[in-house]
């Protein structure tokens, strides 16, 4: 406004500096007739001359003006890239996006995030569809592009996972399970083949133990809370709110099995058809991974108040994420093949198959 403005006043200056007097141009031409007929036509000439340079400077100082108004208003027309990502539930694995966008982290890098909550065992057919951008668990894109869909690994922050079984106390040893009950995320995720892991270590057969799927560790938690289960398989802070009532963290399973944990995965025609969406979306991710790390305080501060736990349960929950982050953000290949044997325990899959040809980590940024 201001530009317009100024330009306005600069066109209005040349237009004064034209004609000396409000009069019109013609009547300033007539007046020259009053003079010598040498003095005159010398006269006329200077100010012609006068007028053809500013009006070669009006017209500059206009076209200037249209040029800036017009990139101003492209600039202001430019839209976000909208991306949409599914997660299953509240938990603390989260964070890392949580942060993106509530620190505007994804603002930054002309992002607009919405947030949809789904059930684990539908999000990957969801990206499928477009019905969201990514999803965030790495376990659950390698079975489903395995089993024949075509997604992308982008990143994956874990090596390992903080899935722990936690019961009543009245549970003291694994056969206590029998008969029982069991509460998971879903059938076929994460927290299932932990358990299941767990079953085989301790010899009990799977028919033994009941399970019921939640659709995700928030809802595991208020099953165990409730009493519809004997033990369920949780993450921080959920395991330890769980212990404050009155429950007992049975057993860590993360050592048990290799499954992939918290990443990012999307479509193969997202990547196709929209590179400079997914790479400004995997650079606001590793700058909040990166916020994590540099701010404790208030990292924890925002467990507490998104998770309703206490200070020191927020704080052991960032303990424990720092601890599984890996450096560079790219899924290991010891855990991606491990994944791989677990999985041929439902279907084929071809023993040559490289579950690394099913990532793509050249958008994490340089020097990662």
Known sequence: MELGITLKRKARKIYLGLFPSSCSASSYILSLDGRGEGEGEKTFASRTRQISQSVLSLIAAVGLHVFLLAAAVSHAAESPYKIRIGFPSLAFSYMPYYIAREKGLFKKYGIESEYIQMRTPIQAQAVINGNITYLTSVSNGISAATAGLPLVILISFCDTSPWVLVTHKDINKPQ?????TIAVSGIRTSPHYFFQAFLKKFEISEKDVGAISTGGTADSFLALTTNRVAGTVLTPPFDDKAVSLGYKKFMQLGDLADIPYVGLVTSQTEIKNNRESVRRTVAAVFDSLAWLRANR?????????????NQTEAENTYATLIRLLNKDGRLSPKVARGYLDILRQERSIPADFDPMKLADFSFIPGGR
């Open 176 to 180: 206590d399970l029998i008969g029982k």
């Open 297 to 309: 305080a208030e990292s924890t501060k925002m467990i507490v108040e998104k998770f309703k736990v």
